[in-house]
Every structure is written in C-alpha cells, then in structure tokens.
C-alpha cells in the first residue's frame, strides 16, 4: 500500500537556504525567469523565486545550454554554482551549469513586467493583473499586505480575542441605506454582507473579544479613487469595556504591532517599496465639532455639513494634526447621532453625539468605530427613532433582549490603509482584483 | 491634548491570571453569568469568561450583595478572593465580596444555556444561535474551529505559502455547473465566487504557493446533512510540482500541524468536547477505479456510477481503510475526466483519468484537488472537449498563455472537517450561522 506522511523531501533549495552557502558550492533551485540579459557569450537571467529574485550569471564556457532558448516567464529549473557577490540581491549571485525548461509560455507577455515601476496607467494595469502582479513591485503591495494583517491578528490572539467567520449572505443588512447588493436566494431575498456587525456583537456575547477578516460588500453608487465595492474589513468587537476609549487603545495596539511586524518580518518588501512606515507612540484624539472648528478657522473654510466630514475636512485635519504634533493618525470621536448608524450608543453627556470615532490616516478616514448599545429597550427606541421595524431584527435583537455586557468595536479597510501606507491616492492600487461599477473582471 | 498610546491598563484579571494567585488573594474580574444557585445563606455563581468559566462562592456572611438580585447572562463585575480547589475547573474558586451588575438582560434566556449538552434539536439551536453558542460545549466547537484554521495557516506560513483574498464577486464561475448564485451587478450579471480556483492559479505565477481561508458560495439545491450554501474554504495551490503526490504531502503535513496545535493550544476545549482526535502518521493512498472495485467485491455491492463515489462509496472505503490500516484518512486518487473540473490534468499514463485526489476522512470527501493544466493549448482543447468556449475565460488563459509553472491545490471544507473531527453527522453542527435552502437567518 502506497502512503504520504507529510514529509517533504525537496531538493531545491530556496534564498534562505542560498544565502548560507560558500562560494563554489554546487545549488539545485528552480523558478520563473524575470528578465533574460543575452550578450551573447556571457549573459544573466534573472530569476523570479517565492519570496524574491535572485540573479543568475550565464557562461557560454560553463553553462550547458544556449541563453537563446530562454525568455521572460519561463519556469526553469537550475542547477549551478554559488559566487557570493555584495552587489546582488541576497549576496550571491548563480553561475549557471544547466538548466531545464519546465514549461514556457504561448507568447511573450503583453508587457515588459521586469521595470522597476510598471509604468502604465492604473486601468491598464489592472487589466492585465494575472501579468502584472508578477512585478516585483506590485507583489511587495500585496505581500506587505499580508504582513498588515498578520500584524493585526497576531495582536489581537495576545489580547484573548477569537478569531470568528461570519455569513456574508444575510437577510438584513446591518449598515442600512442603499448601497447594499441583492440576491436570489433559492427564490428569497437575500442581501450581501455590508459588515460583520450584527454577528460580531452576538459573538461578544459569546466569546467576549473577536475579531474577522473577510470580505465586506457595499453597493456604492460612486466610482471614486477611494471606493471599492468589495473589500477587506478588518473587525473587532470586545466587551466589557468602561469607556470607548478602550476600542481605540485597542486598535493603536494593533496597529503599532502591524507596523513591528513590517519592519522585522517585511524588510525586503519596505525596501523594494522605498516605504516610510509611520512612527506611532501615541495617537492624538479630537472631538467631531471642534475638529470641524479647527480646521474651518486654521484654512479659512466654511462649514456645510455639520453632521458629517467633507473628504476634504478629513485632508485638512490630517494636514492640521501633522504640522501641530507631527502625526500621521488622529482620532476623531464624538461624531453627530444623525450620521451614525441605530446601533451607536449616544454620549450621556450630550445626546446629539456618539460614543464613536473615526480613524484618519494621511487624509482619509480608515476605521469606524465606537461603543454600541447593549439594552434592550434602549436599542428599539432608537431602532424606531431612525425609522426602522425592530420586527425586522429579531435574530440581532435577542443578544439585547436576553442579555450583554458594554461593548463596542470597529471596522477597518485593509486596502486604504494600505494605500496610505503606500502613499497612493487610488485604493485599487492596494487592491489585488478590485471591484468597481465598472469592473467585474479580472 | 488628549491621545491614546494603546497601553492597557485592566485592573480585570482573566483566568491564568488567576490560576497563579494564592490563597485569600484578592482578585477582581468580570463575565457573564452562565447559572446560579441560590441556596439561601450560600450559593454558587459561575462566570463565563472569554475562554472559559470560573466557579465563584455566595456566602451571605461575607458577600455584600443579594444574590436573587443575579441571574443567567447579567453582565457583571466581581471582587473576591481566591480559595483553591483542585476540584474547580482551573484549580480556583472565587469567594466573591462584592459585585457590580454592570447590565441586566431584559429577560431570562429562553432555555438553559448552562447544561452540559443544550438537548434541544438542530434546528432549534441553530434558530437561537445568538443564545445557544453561549452554551459551553457550542463555545468549545467554534473555538476548536479557530485552531483547526490556525493549523493549517502556520502550517502554510512555514512552508513558505503566501496568504491571499481574492474577490468573490466575479464575472464566471470556476467550477461550471447549475449551482452558483447569481447577483445583480450594477446592472451587469455577476455570481458569488464557487471557489477561488482561477486566482489562486494566477497568484501561483505570483507567489509560486498561495493559500487562501474565505467563505465559498454553493446554490446546491439539495438540503443534505453534508452540503452547505455558505462555507469556508481552506485553499492552497503551489507552483513547480513533479509530481500531484506533493500536493497531498502538503496536505497530510498541514493536517498534522492542525492536530499538534489543538493539543497543545486547545486542550480545555478537547476535553469539553470529549474529542479524540485521529492519530495521523502515513495516510493510505488508493486509486479511485481499485477503490470502487474494493468495496465491490469486500460488501457485495453493485457499481452503479462508474465516474463518482456515491456517499455511500465514500462510507465503505473509509470503513475498510480504517479496519485494514487503522486510518481515519484516505486519499482516493485518479479521478476520471469526465466528473474533474475543466482544469483538472489528465493523467499521461491513461487519459481517462486525472492527476487528482479527494481526501476521505471517516466516510466523507472533505478535499479535492490535483494538478492543473499548465499549458496554454491543453487548457483551450481541454474547456472546448468539455464545451466550454475559451473566449469566457480570457482573463484566466492569460496564465496559460503569458507561462506558469506545473502546479495544483487543493480546496478544503472547514466546516465538514470539523463536524468529522467532532463524530457528528450533520455539517450544520460546525457551523455557527448555517445557510441552507430554507435557513437565511440568524
């Protein structure tokens, strides 16, 4: 009888591996070609491996097999001699002996995918994305994005959180108004997932802290350079909180320890990226109305919606709280009762605000978050206060009803803070396949 | 100014905390309350905590409350001291002093969440799932759920996988067929991703090996103990294979991992559920066709499809590998053509079959997967034999066309997994908000 045990037995040796070899010893590893530099007798081939390039050195004296044969996307397997070398990527260099085509492309591809910068327009380049996201600077985006969310998640495992996987088709949807995707659901109406919320607050009942990351759904009408139509959220809920406050130490944990991790676990990828984290200590907070003053004073602006910040108040605030305290985050709390969702618990201490904040990173708004209300009846009143059913709420409704404790918590999106981490101005830069009113594929 | 620097400071202590305090400490934490027991002078309080319960002792002479005042799920703050007990779950009681009902349900819960098993019926508890997952045993599952996902995650991570998310709102379906929801797109027709198949295949020309854990959509239209319309998919997919039995190393090497974590991390929840898991050393591999024919001849049973295991098939062959080789596992490789998805490889050997494999786990299909086609021709002649027409695929052919490397996946269901480790016949069991054909809510 034939078994497998799990054991790997791989003779190719990744960069890792290579980096702690001498000169002269003899390597097996494999890859994609980036780049084929032919000059004839002499040559490089540059090869794309799982976590980096590596650069290759063709020798028509040593090398068994013509560079000719070989192109861009090729997947070679290589066998040669290391030459440590300063100058190359990884500190060495594979003076090549022979190499195996394991499989070569149909055609050339559509663009020279080895440039530093693509440099093509953002609708081009998504366009081609199975291509382009194999240049090396587009794949530091998105492995350094996967290093934001390690960085959250492993943050919130220290802090006693569980890690929950909500339903995304739901009856209700949780955020209300428009922007919400329909769906035939065996002939009922269903609806896409506009957030985790009502199901991280029954988890809190539950579990006390959790967390998801998964994709939320918001049908937006508006083809912006900060909107996508899916995205990740990142989600917390936690209970037993005495003051919202708590939610938002919470969260610059969180993000102090994204930010540890990208700097000792995504080097590579920061410098390909030539990216300036952050520095974080402490995070300065401000209330919505004095927020909405400063700047209004500081920039000569009048004020038109008192309940809400303008894209542009949310810049302006951010510029202010930089040149002032040299912060590229600010909170801003307190936020009008008219603009929050009938979930937002209300300030004690003045009614007509929130127990709630935004977070604004670089100019734009990356969080939402804030205390929710946990009594039954208090919940219903302002179900009906915002002109809703609480009949169409039923299942939410029983965690009120049958009890909880204070809680509260926020959502995050993965792909603008990661845009700002980027210092990009369009979201769908951070965004692998984005979706937008007008783009479905790829 | 004022800031938040994302320091705690809970005087609240949790469970290990307390486990390392001595005798007559005084402690102070808080939980809901899972039952009480009021017996006049003396009675007993158990707190539900974030991951998991404390006894806490009424003793009128000493406790400075009532405690008829409490009741099941209050919210409450305790102050008490530690006594010792190794008949405590923790080896600790609390002797409470004070308590602070920090919020009250509105009413009392609707059944007893506190006994050992709920002992109402599936549809029941899934209809009062806000409620029943306070239940202690329903807690344990879904937390064993995490540890089954970070099982394979750091499994992953460690060899060198990338972790993806990739959209679920696309223009096709990966796996063909009728069972796929459809959505209204901003006016174009669009469907909730299948799986993530077509781009964890373009994210291997990327990264070379991917994983990705998102929730997958199936409109199947039978209501079985086995299907779920929502679920999670464990997925990964690796470049430069030689051979598809890697993928099933990377597999047995990932379940291992699952394994030694929930020992290690999980035993109070093992213990709740009173789980044993399976021992996994070697997993027994055996061809599809030599597996039908097993169970054929050792229980008299008649071939009726020649192309796919019934799920009775699937019983019988995990019965005889259990019985002969003591394995709760096995691996049924070489699919035939006609029931593998359009991307499947065929076998070189014997082109009616594929170089593919499900993984049976006590009597049920909880993996597929297999090497996929590479090159670009065999792709395009491969979707026209199943008549499929290529131009739908464009943005996936750009793979193909533009060079991968020989690669496969696998697609892993949490939730099957998971009701199978737990020795449950119904999948609904492992998951927390099941969606069914009649089940949209909660």
């Known amino acids: 009888m034939e078994t497998v045990s799990g054991k790997r037995n791989y003779a190719d040796l990744e960069i890792a591996d290579m980096m702690e070899k001498n000169d002269g010893d003899t390597v097996k590893t494999h890859g994609m070609i980036y780049s084929v530099k032919d000059m004839g007798d002499f040559g490089f081939v540059t090869l794309r491996k799982r976590n980096g390039l590596v650069q290759c050195v063709y020798n028509k004296g040593i090398s068994q097999f013509e560079i000719s044969d070989l192109g861009p ?61 194999r240049n090396n ?33 739901v009856a209700t949807g949780a955020e209300g108004g428009a922007n ?9 109406k269903a609806f896409l997932a506009q957030s985790p919320q009502f199901y991280k607050q029954m988890l809190v009942g539950v579990y006390e802290r959790v967390f998801e990351v998964a994709p939320v759904f918001r049908a937006e009408k508006h083809n912006t350079t900060r909107h996508l139509n899916e995205y990740i959220g990142l989600d917390f809920e936690m209970g037993f909180i005495s003051d919202f406050r708590e939610i938002m ?20 990828e920061l410098k390909i990226l030539n990216l300036e984290l952050p520095e974080v200590t402490e995070i300065p907070t401000v209330r919505f109305k004095d927020a909405k ?42 936020y009008p009762v008219k603009k929050r969702p009938f979930y937002a618990m209300d300030d004690p201490c003045d009614p007509k605000y929130t127990l709630s904040f935004d977070l604004l990173f670089r100019g ?9 209300i946990h009594n039954y009846d208090d919940q219903v009143a302002k179900m009906i206060s915002k002109g809703l059913d609480p009949a169409d709420f039923e299942g939410y409704l029983m965690i009120h009803k049958y009890g909880m404790p204070p809680h509260g918590g926020l ?11 980027l210092d990009e101005s369009n979201v769908r830069v951070a965004s692998m396949f984005p979706r937008d009113m007008s783009r479905l594929t790829p």
């Open 73 to 133: 996307e090729y997947s070679i397997s290589v066998e040669g001699t290391i030459k440590k070398d300063e100058r190359a990527i990884g500190g060495f260099e594979i003076h090549l002996v022979n190499v195996e085509v394991l499989s070569a492309p149909q055609e050339a591809p559509a663009i020279n995918l080895s440039k530093r910068k693509l440099g093509v327009t953002i609708e081009k380049n998504i366009e081609l994305r199975p291509l382009t996201l």
């Open 137 to 169: 600077r587009e794949r530091a985006i998105f492995k350094m994005q996967e290093g934001v969310v390690r960085g959250f998640r492993d943050y919130l495992f220290k802090e006693g959180f569980t890690e929950i996987r909500t339903p995304k088709i």
């Open 180 to 188: 919400i995707f329909k769906l035939d659901y065996f002939g009922k």
């Open 249 to 268: 130490e919470m969260e610059t944990g969180a993000i102090k320890n994204m930010i540890e991790l990208l700097k000792s676990e995504y080097e590579r």
């Open 293 to 334: 003053e400063m700047v209004a004073t500081e920039y000569g602006r009048k004020i038109k919606d008192p309940y809400d910040l303008e894209p542009e108040e949310e810049q302006l605030i951010s510029k202010l709280f930089k040149e002032k305290y040299n912060s590229d985050f600010v909170f801003v709390t307190h």
């Open 364 to 372: 734009m708004e990356i969080t939402t978050g804030g205390q929710r």
């Open 411 to 421: 959502g995050m999106g993965l792909e603008r803070l990661c845009m700002k981490l």
